[in-house]
């Protein structure tokens, strides 16, 4: 039995889980199965798959489509590994990725797990810029798996692992936006730990253009709103930050009417932006565009966020399943 299950859902991504499995041909701990479910694609990776079963333990399956969560719970299913891993498949592995989880389990046993994600150097401008956006502690507060954060580490399926008796007595993800932090927090309440392992990171190439960025990042405005609502004391305050930071801009945009001089703060913090992203990049084009993502990731989410709250909590309105389903038509 491999220790390691790696399930990985897929709609329509061959090109994607070619570079995920090349990936995987590269670990240095050769422990584990892949689990690859089609979700009723119409453009499967079946042929791509093919080129790598003799290099990896792959195992691959086509079902209707479902979405990611009842597609990552039919996966857990035929998993046959001790400790279940997730990931998502527009992802590259480094080398030693295994190895290094699996050395910290053995230091230090966890029940689950999340990791860092990050840009690696071949990426591109855009790729990094969002990368940024969505990694640094100016932008979240180091929620994704920074060490220095402000809010508890909660593991999310862009780098998470749990062992098979969490998934026996806690069960799988829910069908809906925040599906991963839902379980990651029923994992903590039924008593299981949980840690960051900081040095257990994944690349994440992120194929999205600005359009679909936006969406993405206002859905999980929209889905901290429900995640608060089902897990009481949930919210923390950086929850809240890019929501005041939308009203806090709209206040200085309103106020530079009458003093010119009023946004300056916005004006600093977005050139922060500008210089700790083409630090970290080494380039000025990535600085430029991510201020441009910082934005979307700090306007939509807040946006969605203060949308759901009002539709929800005001107005006591909560369509969750239409959401849903509107959200997977639009993909």
Request: glycine share 6%.
């Amino acid at each position: 039995m491999p220790y390691f299950s790696i399930i990985i859902p897929v709609y329509n991504r061959p090109a994607e889980v070619e570079e995920l499995a090349e990936s995987l041909t590269l670990q240095s701990c050769k422990d584990f199965e892949l689990i690859l479910v089609e979700d009723g694609s119409t453009l499967p990776c079946s042929d791509v798959i093919e080129q790598y079963r003799d290099k990896i333990t792959i195992r691959y399956f086509f079902k209707e489509n479902s979405g990611r969560s009842l597609t990552r719970n039919w996966g857990m299913e035929q998993a046959k590994g001790e400790y279940l891993l997730f990931f998502d498949s527009d992802f590259v592995i480094p080398p030693d990725y295994l190895q290094t989880v699996k050395t910290a389990l053995n230091q230090h046993y966890t029940d689950c797990y999340g990791g860092p994600d990050r840009a690696d150097d071949s990426f591109t401008d855009l790729q990094k810029a969002i990368s940024f956006s969505m990694t640094s502690f100016l932008t979240t507060g180091g929620i994704r798996g920074a060490k220095k954060s402000l809010e508890k580490f909660t593991p999310r399926t862009f780098n998470m692992g749990f062992s098979r008796k969490v998934y026996q007595e806690v069960g799988g993800f829910k069908d809906m936006f925040g599906e991963d932090i839902d379980l990651s927090l029923r994992i903590r309440k039924a008593g299981f730990t949980t840690q960051l392992i900081p040095e257990a990171f994944v690349y994440h190439k992120r194929r999205v253009s600005l359009n679909s960025f936006y969406r993405q990042v206002h859905v999980f405005g929209m889905a901290r709103v429900d995640l608060s609502l089902m897990h009481p004391g949930s919210l923390k305050a950086v929850h809240l930050l890019p929501s005041l930071f939308l009203l806090g801009s709209l206040l200085l945009l309103l106020s530079s009417l009458w003093h010119p001089a009023a946004t300056l703060p916005l004006w600093l913090y977005l050139l922060t932006i500008f210089i700790a992203a083409s630090i970290e990049y080494k380039k000025i084009s990535v600085g430029a565009l991510s201020i441009l993502t910082a934005a979307i990731q700090l306007y939509g989410y807040g946006y969605g966020f203060l949308k759901a709250f009002i539709k929800k909590v005001v107005l006591k309105r909560n369509d969750r399943q239409n959401e849903l389903e509107k959200y997977y038509k639009k993909k």
